[in-house]
């Protein structure tokens, strides 16, 4: 039997400014992930969000196996992409734009850990001061959002098959 | 032929800006200019809201200092409902402020300016970052973070959330802080005091090494304001205005920070979005002064906790005579005495049984149209002031932010450095960046409350008086 223990911890960190149109994107996806918090998931994640990425992130992330940070982006991507982050030292540095990829690397450097790392990148088009998304925006983060529960279903599963598979050995 | 070289934007500070040096035909600095390029238009976007959405609504301006922007928020709140906050409240409220201090001025230290001071301005830019810091002690760099995320973990506490948090309201705060959080945070005291000690010991040590930077970032004749509490320390929540001059003398005091707007006035320039506030009987471009870290060692005749104070008593020792220390250069000392005092502080408040106070909140209705809040955010002081209709509508709302009132400080900064280290066309990149350097001296946020992967770069233009590329750098 699998327990609770053996599951990965996970991490969802989206980071934004909801006072920025959809830039907020981040934001109300941590909004649509709360209803998991009560239900079995509860023991498995930890949601988290900001304005934006930080030094001390390094630290959050460092007890966790799998880290999914979300973030809008105005890259021209058709509706959201997923990507596994490797670790990497940014050169310059400003804390304005601490990419995940330069957390990671302080995680790894600082704590000795490198937890499983995706950036979850959703296409938002309206950046000025407003509050709420912009319908494209909206649409484009369902998505992303089903496209995540899928992800998590299956990271959560396949540590059932593992389970299972170290069980029948 | 005249030429003008261009860094934009600055690193390691929040928020989007450039440096323009203007040369003569025989490559002397003639000129050099700090612009802001990112026009805000926040106060405008508060107008038609409620009196009660402007904390959490104004605390989105930036992902910095937060907390700074909320407590004001409230403080203008409270003065509109015309009351007083319970005592737990204001204790509260407190320790919101002191928490946004200790991550603030640690980000500024450990992160974004110590790499200049242990690494060398000579350093290789590529390693002249935290990267390059945690390889050259790592420790150093994991304290830093532990001390910045000490300073988080309270504002979650209080807040519930790490930023745009709307705990604190008009009429006190939402919630009260319980025994568990107390002790938590009392656990972690004795690290967080060692690493404020350690910083200052750092800073100290490192002072010998850049005399030549010391006597020309940002050394010159200002202003300084701030607010003292009743007995002229050191305050950070309440307190009255005092002006001084840059040889000592209080030339205002006691002065209402409800009234700000009789003293200060505020100019403008074309080629800067940033205001230039200025102190009004000595007008503009005359009436600069400086706010902030620097300002409030200055100012204040003592600090309330003992290692504080101790510390307060050495930097008052920088000048021979009575007069104010005028060196931006030290504000990065000045912060981190500001750091030990927080900590110092946060021990204080937390050991003081009102803390644990359940009264948090006086309600009232709306009783003035206008009201002003401020406090000392962590660059400096920080005005909010609002005017509503009888149901609480925002009809206007005018902000005076701390890097604002540094403006004009940090256009002279950047002027001095340029004229004293810039020699020719060419610069090089060590020099680039004293001329960052000297603008971190005052921590500017200028936070641009939105942001996109991959739109930071270093991008340096030299041009001709013709406005021809000469060239172009980018880092």
Redesign the interface.
């Known amino acids: 039997m699998n327990t609770l223990e053996q599951k990965p911890k996970v991490l969802i960190h989206a980071y ?5 149109g959809d ?1 907020g994107l981040g934001n109300t996806f941590i909004q649509m992930c709360q209803p998991w918090l009560s239900t079995e998931y509860v023991h498995h994640l930890t949601i ?5 990425l ?3 992130d ?2 959050t992330m460092s007890e966790f196996d799998i880290v999914v940070f979300v ?5 021209l991507i058709e509706d959201f992409s997923f990507s596994k982050i490797e670790p990497k ?9 601490m ?1 995940p990829s ?1 957390v990671l ?2 995680c790894g ?2 704590y000795g850990k490198q937890p499983q790392t995706y950036l979850l ?1 959703v296409r938002g088009y309206e ?1 000025e ?2 509050e709420g998304l912009s319908e494209r925006a909206e649409r484009n983060l369902w998505k992303a959002f089903h496209f995540f529960r899928t992800k998590l279903e299956e990271w959560i599963e396949f540590e059932h098959h593992h389970e299972d598979e170290h069980e029948h050995s | 032929m005249s030429s003008v070289i261009t860094i934009s934007p600055v ?5 989007h800006a450039k440096i323009t040096i203007h040369l003569n035909a025989k490559g002397e600095v003639e000129d050099a200019r700090f612009h802001v390029n990112e026009f805000r ?2 106060e405008k ?1 508060c107008e038609g809201r409620l009196l009660w959405e402007m904390p959490g ?1 104004t605390s ?1 301006i930036c ?2 200092c ?1 907390a700074s922007h909320l407590v004001t928020s409230a403080k203008a709140g409270d003065d509109i409902l015309a009351i007083g906050i319970p005592e737990t409240a204001e204790k509260l409220r407190r320790l919101l402020v002191l928490a946004q201090w200790i991550q603030s001025h640690a ?1 500024s230290f450990f ?2 300016s110590s ?1 200049d001071f242990l690494l060398g301005f000579e350093a290789d ?3 002249r ?3 390059g810091l ?1 390889k050259h002690d ?1 420790e150093f ?2 304290r ?3 001390l ?2 000490f300073g ?1 973990q309270i504002i979650e506490f209080l807040g519930g ?4 948090t709307p705990w604190a309201v008009a009429g006190g705060v939402r919630e009260s802080f319980t025994m568990e959080e107390r002790e938590k945070i009392l656990a972690w005291y004795p690290e967080v005091l060692e690493t404020a000690l350690m910083a200052l010991e750092t800073i100290k040590q490192i002072h010998g090494q850049f005399t030549k930077e010391i006597s020309c970032f940002g050394n010159f004749h200002s202003l300084f304001v701030g607010m003292v509490g009743s007995k002229g320390e050191m305050e950070y929540y309440g307190g009255n205005l005092r002006i001084m001059d840059s040889a000592g003398n209080i030339i205002a005091d006691n002065i209402d920070p409800r009234e700000y707007y009789h003293h200060f006035g505020e100019a403008s320039e074309s080629w800067s979005y940033l205001k230039f506030p200025y102190y009004k009987p000595l007008g503009y471009p005359k009436g600069i002064y400086r706010v902030g870290p620097l300002a409030r060692l200055n100012i204040c005749d003592s600090i309330e906790t003992p290692l504080a104070e101790q510390e307060r008593k050495m930097f008052k020792d920088l000048t021979p005579t009575t007069e104010a220390v005028n060196n931006s250069f030290y504000f990065h000392y000045a912060r981190l005495i500001e750091l030990l005092f927080a900590v110092e502080r946060v021990e204080q408040l937390l050991c003081d049984p009102a803390i644990l106070g359940t009264h948090v909140r006086s309600k009232a209705e709306i009783n003035k149209l206008e009201g002003v809040g401020a406090s000392e955010a962590p660059r400096g002081t920080l005005f909010h002031h609002y005017w509503v209709n009888e149901d609480g509508v925002l009809q206007k709302v005018n902000m005076l932010i701390a890097t604002a009132q540094n403006n004009m400080a940090m256009n002279r900064t950047v002027r001095q450095i340029a004229m004293q280290f810039v020699e020719g066309k060419k610069i090089p990149e060590p020099v680039l960046n004293r001329i960052e350097a000297g603008i971190r001296c005052f921590d500017p946020c200028l ?1 641009c ?8 770069p ?1 991008e340096v233009l030299l041009y001709n008086e013709q406005g021809q590329l000469l060239e172009r750098r980018v ?1």
């Open positions: 934004g400014n909801p006072g920025r830039d988290e969000n900001s304005y934006q930080n030094v001390e390094a630290y973030d809008a982006t105005n890259e030292s940014q050169s310059p540095f400003t804390t304005h734009a990419f330069g690397y302080l450097e600082l990148q950046w001061m407003l | 690193t390691r500070i929040e928020g238009g926040f976007f609504l989105r992902g910095i937060p980000l992160h974004l790499p830019p590529a390693i970052n935290i990267f945690l790592k760099a994991r830093g973070i532990r910045r995320k988080q959330r790490r930023i745009h936070s409350s939105t942001h996109a992967l991959g739109q930071m270093l880092r």
